[in-house]
């Protein structure tokens, strides 16, 4: 005898009552319901979490892809989880490490209905080939894409760019270097024709050789400062960097060189991390919790068919002693 069987025949109700009470339906009285727990709780019996899923169609799990845990995305995951956690999800991470057959399998996973939905931080495979999945479910990313099949919740960060352009110009600095990211991003892309788009406009220098791509850690900003501080033409007397690690990479090694920082070298990070706050290091504000917040929303509002309320977001600039 399965044990709804044992509950059914103990209580004098139906299987499909015992089902109605295990499935939270409205439809059954309070009589019942409590006489139906309560020889749930005499048998110490716990509902097979798998098979409610199986019997509402949702497993209550999101996957979130990434192609791997680093301290720029934590913000972004910690919230997420939370806030899923808050609505009676779990979050499965699925992480790459730059395998593309790696990334699939959280998009197989969705289409099998072992996720309801998938939450995307990076990826590396065609953005084409993904968005092909979203017949099985919802995705939402946090990287920029231009599919209409798969929603964004990024922000332009030309916008956020411009900002720390723009403070350091007010300040005097006119010879602007660059730590960019990952070469082929949307958020790159953004941020150098802000950064062309400025000094055009301020008619300042521009030199190709004060720019450089793939810097993402503290030992990728000490080794660029030490590349800048020993160009030909003369170094830079300001550099917006890609995150804040970069940013305090930078910071410590000009400190060791005996670089004045502002004075010499002025110094701005993106994301305002707990790191900048603590090393006052000038930063673009990215407000990255609440973005994450609002992929939770988008995804809730397909699986519900609801329209998600999203909360309007925009980037600040929180000027420190670095610049």
């Not at 999101?62 to 913000?75: C, H, K, Q, R, S």
């Not at 791509?213 to 550099?239: C, F, K, N, W």
Request: aromatic share 6%.
């Amino acid at each position: 005898m399965s044990n709804l069987d044992q509950i059914a025949k103990l209580s004098g109700f139906s299987k499909a009552t015992v089902s109605r009470v295990l499935n939270h339906s409205p439809h059954v009285s309070q009589a019942t319901r409590e006489r139906i727990l309560g020889i749930m709780e005499e048998l110490d019996y716990v509902p097979n979490g798998n098979a409610i899923s199986l019997s509402r169609g949702e497993t209550m799990q999101i996957g979130m892809v990434t192609e791997g845990i680093n301290e720029v995305m934590l913000p972004f995951l910690n919230s997420f989880v939370e806030t899923a956690s808050r609505h009676g999800y779990q979050t499965i991470v699925y992480t790459s490490g730059g395998d593309p057959a790696k990334e699939l399998q959280a998009f197989e996973d969705m289409r099998r209905k072992r996720v309801d939905a998938l939450a995307i931080t990076t990826c590396v495979n065609d953005q084409a080939l993904l968005g092909s999945f979203s017949k099985y479910g919802p995705i939402v990313s946090w990287q920029r894409m231009e599919l209409p099949e798969i929603q964004s919740v990024a922000m332009n960060q030309y916008d956020g760019y411009r900002l720390g352009l723009e403070h350091l110009i007010a300040r005097g600095y006119t010879r602007i270097a660059n730590a960019y990211g990952r070469p082929a991003s949307m958020n790159t892309s953004g941020r150098m024709q802000a950064y062309q788009d400025i000094m055009r406009e301020h008619a300042l220098p521009v030199n190709p050789d004060w720019s450089r791509t793939g810097v993402y850690s503290i030992r990728d900003g000490e080794a660029l400062i030490r590349r800048l501080l020993q160009h030909p033409d003369g170094p830079p007397d300001a550099l917006l960097c890609a995150n804040d690690m970069v940013a305090a990479g930078v910071l410590s090694e000009a400190r060791r060189l005996r670089v004045k920082v502002p004075e010499e070298l002025a110094i701005v990070g993106f994301d305002n991390t707990e790191l900048a706050h603590t090393l006052g290091i000038t930063s673009i504000n990215n407000p990255i919790a609440a973005q994450a917040q609002n992929a939770l929303h988008l995804i809730l509002g397909r699986l519900k068919g609801i329209e998600a309320e999203l909360e309007p977001l925009g980037f600040q600039l929180v000027p420190r002693g670095t610049s």
